[in-house]
């Protein structure tokens, strides 16, 4: 053989063996449910259907309390509120649910990840509660979720807070225009690898030290659940927004912006679209903080919130 060719075939042997090394080192399969159940389900947990998907929640069912409800934001679950409803519980009967698509809660039979759907899902969970009425907490998409809750049903709706709430569209993005996923992006359900993960939330935290290596693994984990990888490209794709002005108006409920001042993913300047649409609402800033205030700095952003809730005026 000539020595050219030999060397050729080497070369083009290492390369399809460190392709082929590369694919498997990537490669992430799903877990079990069963198997994420044990570890991240507890005596608190309940499974519970509305609009036909089975929703894991977590309620405190404390007697003759006000009711709190927290909703997550994307990729993440019920357990991001675990140090705020160590208080909370205290006072208030908190229901946090693991909205469809995420967390224990998984994927929707229906395949429908749009706000509309969600708001129906939620609509019949706190009718199958014989919840009339509650304050409504949501951080990112699960603020825009909750806004929109409120917009939607202001006679169920006692409180409103947003925490670094999405719902205007970010420069370079447009109204009534669905996001383009791109093909790259979706091979994060062949491929997840941890070290990936943590890189793509490491901006959701001013403090990289809360990012810890048992939230990192939970984030992961509960991604892996069957189906869930296809669920959050599902809810990206059809994640259509539209100028939120008209409904942000409709809302009546009491409202209360939280944000971190270090918020790398939707920066604290936002805060003034809500204000100018939401003219009573109150803006508390938390200093040193990024995207998940109620991770990052636990007590910190609860005190607002506490007062907030507790205030009758």
Do not use: C
């Not at 090394?21 to 259907?49: C, G, H, M």
């Not at 108006?249 to 920066?267: F, S, V």
Request: hydrophobic residues 45%.
């Amino acid at each position: 053989m000539d020595p050219y060719v030999k060397w050729f075939v080497i070369a083009v042997l290492i390369l399809v063996i460190a392709i082929v090394a590369i694919a498997l080192w990537a490669w992430t399969p799903d877990i079990p449910r069963t198997i994420l159940e044990t570890k991240y389900a507890n005596q608190e947990s309940r499974f519970v259907e509305a609009n036909g998907v089975r929703l894991h929640i977590r309620d405190t069912d404390t007697k003759n309390a006000p009711v709190v409800l927290l909703l997550h934001g994307f990729g993440a679950s019920l357990h991001t509120w675990d140090e705020w409803v160590a208080t909370l519980k205290n006072s208030y009967r908190v229901v946090r649910i693991d909205l469809p698509g995420a967390g224990l809660t998984g994927p929707d039979p229906t395949g429908d990840y749009r706000d509309e759907r969600t708001l129906a899902i939620l609509n019949q969970l706190l009718e199958s509660l014989g919840i009339s009425k509650t304050s409504i907490v949501g951080n990112s998409v699960g603020g825009r979720i909750a806004w929109r809750f409120a917009a939607q049903f202001p006679t169920r709706v006692e409180k409103l807070v947003l925490v670094s709430p999405d719902g205007f569209a970010s420069p370079g993005f447009e109204y009534g225009k669905a996001p383009q996923v791109s093909g790259v992006f979706r091979l994060v359900r062949y491929a997840l690898p941890k070290s990936l993960l943590r890189m793509n939330l490491a901006p959701a935290y001013a403090n990289p030290e809360a990012l810890n290596a048992e939230r990192i693994t939970r984030y992961h984990s509960l991604l892996l659940l069957p189906g869930q990888r296809d669920a959050m490209l599902d809810r990206m794709a059809q994640t259509i927004l539209t100028d939120p002005v008209p409904q942000l108006q409709k809302i009546t409920a009491p409202t209360l912006l939280l944000w971190g001042e270090q918020d790398a993913l939707i920066p604290i300047v936002n805060a003034q679209d809500y204000l100018r649409a939401l003219p009573t609402a109150k803006l508390v800033t938390l200093t040193g903080v990024g995207h998940v205030p109620q991770e990052e700095a636990p007590a910190m952003s609860l005190a607002p919130l506490l007062a907030f809730l507790a205030n009758n005026s």
